[in-house]
């Protein structure tokens, strides 16, 4: 079983759309999850971390963890065509806090 | 504030040749990644530097694969004798110290193909 296994979508949605994220994790050790935005043609960039315990907001993003189904969320509200990207969950992972696994990506195009 | 800075963007290498792939991290920063995308695969942690040290290459190919962060200038992943499989886009990070929830700053990588 892998580590981390996200949707692959893609995703298409209108302008102004909730956008829903998702992925699911192996190991109930994990402490923090990590939500990473690639646009195309550039490295990642990091969106938000949560830890296990809840959800964070930020924004017009919310990261959610559901411990038991290990279970990891972004939701994007009044999404933008400039929200269009590659949306990486990555869990730091193999006993260590630098190492990530990342999930292979859900492609989002949100059109105006 | 540059960034973390990969070079070259794309690099074009026939099979049988060697890749030298430079980074160089944000200023201040003394902690390196190195990274590889494969297409239709998530990033994959290959290496871990700080300054004139290898923390951890568990993630490196056994053969052809180096990686060096010397005293100075860019950190450097070598691959010896490219093959087609090489092909992906390789991306380096840094982070000021061993990182943790607060993640890295990542370049925008550096597009390896091999004809």
């Known amino acids: 079983q892998k580590e981390v296994e996200q949707d692959p979508g893609p995703l298409s949605v209108p302008e102004g759309a909730i956008v829903s994220l998702n992925c699911t994790y192996s190991?109930?050790?994990?402490?923090?999850f990590m939500w990473y935005r690639q646009y195309s043609r550039k490295g990642p960039e990091l969106l938000m971390y949560t830890y296990s315990s809840g959800n964070k907001e930020d924004g017009r993003f919310t990261a959610q963890v559901d411990k038991s189904s290990k279970y990891i969320s972004l939701f994007i509200r009044d999404s933008q065509p400039s929200d269009s990207a590659t949306y990486l969950c990555a869990i730091p992972s193999g006993g260590s806090n630098y190492k990530l696994t990342f999930g292979k990506g859900t492609l989002l195009t949100v059109n105006p | 504030n540059a960034g973390v800075m990969q070079n070259p963007r794309h690099l074009v290498r026939r099979r049988g040749q060697e890749a030298r792939l430079r980074c160089s991290p944000m200023?201040?920063?003394?902690?390196v990644y190195w990274y590889r995308q494969l297409p239709e695969e998530g990033l994959k942690f290959m290496v871990y530097?700080?300054?004139?040290?290898?923390?951890?290459e568990s993630g490196m190919p056994k053969e052809r694969f180096s990686a060096e962060f010397p005293k100075e200038g860019p950190s450097i992943l070598r691959i010896q004798q490219v093959v087609r499989g090489d092909s992906a886009a390789y991306f380096c990070?840094?982070?000021?110290?061993?990182?943790?929830?607060?993640?890295?700053?990542f370049g925008s990588g550096t597009r390896l193909t091999v004809v």
């Open positions: 530097l700080q300054k004139e040290n290898i923390i951890d």
């Open positions: 190991n109930s050790a994990f402490q923090y």
């Open positions: 200023k201040g920063h003394s902690h």
């Open positions: 990070a840094s982070s000021p110290q061993r990182t943790g929830e607060d993640g890295y700053t």
